[in-house]
Every structure is written in structure tokens, then in C-alpha cells.
């Protein structure tokens, strides 16, 4: 048997009881009708959760970088020119992937821990109209910052596609996939949805498809072709593809049902709240916020290190003495910094107290 930790690092966080409980059921095979009707009713979950009426929404197989490569590997071929905001680490990894994909890759990029300006990726756009697609991070993990979106929705105007990461995102911050107009959207399952990691939730809007449908080449991933996955979870008969795991499907359903029974609002609130909370209280023990005000998210935050705290040795006191794990930095913060999650079960007041007393306990 390992530790139970207080997951308030980047992700995992603690999933919610119901997930957990929902690991333990009967496993079902992967083309039985009972698990695709649990397909289907967390395929509906999920077009709530993301705003979206989008017929192509899935709980993907794999984490949130499987979602990631799953939008950028169907609508890009080599050659196609691709926009990428980079103000963080996950912007780096997307702009890496497309690389990887064959794609030219125009970045425009904002300093960590700064927002990237929409307009500058309008602008990006209106000098390269031929792009294939704009792609963003909505949560900046690696440094607190949320970017603005809504700007982007002008997107729609043009025959570019905006793929939109919501990993942080979705379910702490709203999102509405629909009024601001994405193509293609990825999450996952271990940060504010409230469920382990290993499914990465993906919606596509019909002119997304209809570009992935138009391709010269096949998808070169198999495993996340959306085309053979649609076929698999929502063909009639179904089709098999791959051997999804129905006891992970049955905590992210069971998460997702808990999320939406409280309510989205409530569950921005419990985030907005929390997260205002540790914020208010970290600049009190000597921390520096690295996000600036009106750009920070309330589920992670990414803060220096106050002088005289040793990174290694209080973080590894948190995790042996309390049992808490909290994340390092990364970019200008690694070794200097951390980033803390307070994501779905964890976004209350006891787990901000409880890292404020331990913090207090051990720097003295
Ligand atoms: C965590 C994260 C990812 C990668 O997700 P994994 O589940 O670790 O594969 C991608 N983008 C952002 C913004 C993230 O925070």
C-alpha cells in the first residue's frame, strides 16, 4: 500500500470520492452495449462541460498530451503553416508537436508569466491568411497565466481553424467552446475534472472534421485517427479500434456527473474562491506571484520562492512531514519557484489551510 497524498501540485489532483468509488465497478468490454451507452452519456457530459453542441466530442484514450497531438495530428499535413502562441511550457509543446507533424510553425510569443495579445495572433493570421490553424493554451500551467480567447472568435471569418488547449481549464475557468468559436479543443482528465489521468476528453467543430475529412494523406497516428474513433464509439455497429478501459471511463462519467450536479458556476466559484485565498495569503510568507492581477488562474499558481527557502528541502519536507505535494518551476521559476493546484476535489478552503499551516510549520 503507497501514501495518500494532498495532491496540490499541476495535476493529478485528488480525484472526487465518486471517481474513485467508480474505479472499483465491474469491468465491461469495450464494445458492450453498457459500455458504449457510458460512452455516450460521458460524450454528453462532456459537450456541457465544454459549451459545445459539437457531435464530435470523446472521451480520448491517453492523457491530455494524446489530446493535444489527437487535434493537431487530424488537421494538419507536413507543410501547412501553423500559428502558435508560446508563453509557457505547454505553448513550446504544441508548437513542438505541430513541428513534429511536418507543419511550419509561426510562434508568437509573450515573456512567461505574461498573456499572449489575441491581436498579435489576429495579426499573425491576417499577414499568413493561408494557416491552417491558430493554436493556443488557454491555462498556462507552467507559469498561472490564463490567455484570452474570445478575441480569437474573429477566427471563424477567415479559413483558418483555432485549436484551443483547455487541460487547467476546463471545469476550473469557464470556457464556451461554441461562442468563442473553436475548432478543436483537448483537455484532460486529472486537473480540474476530478478524475485520474488517462482519458482526454476532445470535441471538433464541423468545419474542423470537414478539413480532417478532406486530407490528401491519412492521419498518421492511428491510435488517434478521430475518423476510426468516431467509428468506434459512435458507428452503428460500432467498430473496434482499441480496447478503451471502461473502469477509467467510469470515474471520469461519475467525476463529470458530480461536477455538473454541483453546477459549472458553482464549481468556477469554488475555484475563484479558493484560489483568492492562497493568493492573497502567499505574498504574507514572503512569496512573489509570478502572474500579474486579471490574467492569474485560480487553480494553479505559479509564485518565487521567499529568500532563504531552499526549493528541494522544504518541498520534500511537505511531501514527507505532511503528505503534500506541491510542483516545481518551470522556466524562469525552476529551482526558484512552484507552481499549486487547488483543481476540482481540491479547490476548498481545508487544503489552502492546511498548505498554509505546514508551510508555516516548516519555514517556522
Ligand atoms: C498537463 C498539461 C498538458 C499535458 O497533459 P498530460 O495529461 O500531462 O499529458 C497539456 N497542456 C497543459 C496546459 C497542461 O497543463
Not at 95 to 111: D, N, P, Y
Request: proline share 7%.
Amino acid at each position: 500500500m503507497h501514501s495518500e497524498r494532498l495532491l496540490l501540485g499541476p495535476g493529478p489532483s485528488n480525484p472526487y470520492p465518486e471517481a474513485v468509488e467508480a474505479l472499483t465497478r465491474p469491468v465491461l468490454g469495450h464494445l458492450d452495449p453498457e459500455f458504449l451507452a457510458l460512452v455516450a452519456s460521458t460524450s454528453e457530459r462532456l459537450r456541457t462541460v465544454f459549451g459545445t453542441r459539437n457531435q464530435l466530442t470523446l472521451p480520448v484514450s491517453g492523457t491530455g498530451s494524446a489530446g493535444m497531438e489527437a487535434c493537431l495530428a487530424n488537421l494538419l499535413e507536413p507543410g501547412d503553416l501553423a500559428i502558435v502562441g508560446v508563453n509557457g511550457y505547454f505553448g513550446q509543446r504544441l508548437s513542438e508537436v505541430a513541428r513534429r507533424l511536418g507543419a511550419q510553425v509561426r510562434t508568437v510569443e509573450a515573456e512567461w508569466g505574461r498573456p499572449i495579445d489575441p491581436e498579435a495572433l489576429l495579426d499573425a493570421q491576417r499577414a499568413a491568411p493561408q494557416a491552417r490553424l491558430v493554436a493556443v493554451v488557454h491555462a498556462e500551467t507552467s507559469t498561472g497565466v490564463r490567455n484570452d480567447v474570445a478575441p480569437l472568435r474573429e477566427l471563424q471569418d477567415t479559413g483558418t481553424l483555432l485549436v484551443l488547449d483547455t487541460v487547467t481549464s476546463l471545469g476550473g475557468i469557464p470556457v464556451q467552446v461554441d461562442e468563442w468559436g473553436v475548432d478543436a479543443c483537448y483537455s484532460a482528465t486529472q486537473k480540474c475534472l476530478g478524475a485520474p489521468s488517462g482519458i482526454a476528453p476532445v470535441t471538433m467543430s464541423e468545419r474542423a472534421m470537414a478539413r480532417a475529412r478532406d486530407r490528401r494523406q491519412p492521419v498518421s497516428s492511428f491510435y488517434l485517427d478521430l475518423d476510426l474513433l468516431e467509428q468506434y464509439y459512435q458507428g452503428s455497429p460500432a467498430r473496434y479500434h482499441h480496447t478503451a478501459s471502461s473502469p477509467l471511463l467510469s470515474a471520469v462519467h461519475a467525476g463529470l456527473g458530480r461536477l455538473l450536479a454541483e453546477g459549472l458556476p458553482a464549481v468556477w466559484e469554488r475555484h475563484a474562491r479558493s484560489g483568492e485565498r492562497l493568493q492573497d495569503a502567499l505574498p504574507e510568507l514572503g512569496f512573489e506571484l509570478l502572474a500579474e492581477k486579471g490574467h492569474r488562474l485560480p487553480q494553479l499558481t505559479a509564485a518565487r520562492l521567499p529568500e532563504g527557502v531552499d526549493d528541494a528541502t522544504v518541498r520534500t519536507a511537505l511531501r514527507t512531514d505532511f503528505g503534500i505535494e506541491v510542483g516545481g518551476g518551470l522556466g524562469p521559476l525552476a529551482g526558484a519557484g512552484w507552481r499549486i493546484g487547488l483543481m476540482g476535489q481540491n479547490a476548498r478552503e481545508r487544503p489552502v489551510a492546511t498548505l498554509l499551516g505546514a508551510l508555516r510549520a516548516i519555514t517556522g
